[in-house]
């Protein structure tokens, strides 16, 4: 980018939300596949997890609230 152009934080937005929804339909598709085999191996780590409520998981930051 040279001195004359300007990041245009809402064209970026908006180029993304395009290239998502132009994907999105094809893991809709698949998403009920994906859950049933991701099914057993989600509850086990849940349950190795011990999550109460008010519990705060995940390494990134801002963690996601149980």
Same mark, same amino acid.
Request: proline share 6%; aromatic share 12%; charged share 20%.
């Given at each position: !980018?040279?001195?004359?152009?300007?990041? +245009?934080?809402?064209?970026?937005?908006? =180029? $993304?939300? /395009?290239?998502?929804? #132009? @994907?999105?339909?094809?893991?809709?598709?698949?998403?009920? !596949?994906?859950?049933?085999?991701?099914? +057993?191996?989600?509850?086990?780590?849940? =349950? $190795?997890? /011990?999550?109460?409520? #008010? @519990?705060?998981?995940?390494?990134?930051?801002?963690?996601?609230?149980?």
């Amino acid at each position: !980018m040279d001195s004359t152009q300007r990041f +245009d934080p809402e064209a970026v937005k908006g =180029a $993304t939300r /395009r290239q998502w929804e #132009g @994907a999105a339909q094809g893991w809709n598709d698949y998403a009920p !596949m994906f859950c049933a085999w991701l099914a +057993d191996s989600t509850s086990a780590m849940l =349950a $190795t997890a /011990r999550l109460y409520r #008010g @519990a705060l998981f995940g390494a990134a930051r801002p963690r996601i609230p149980a």
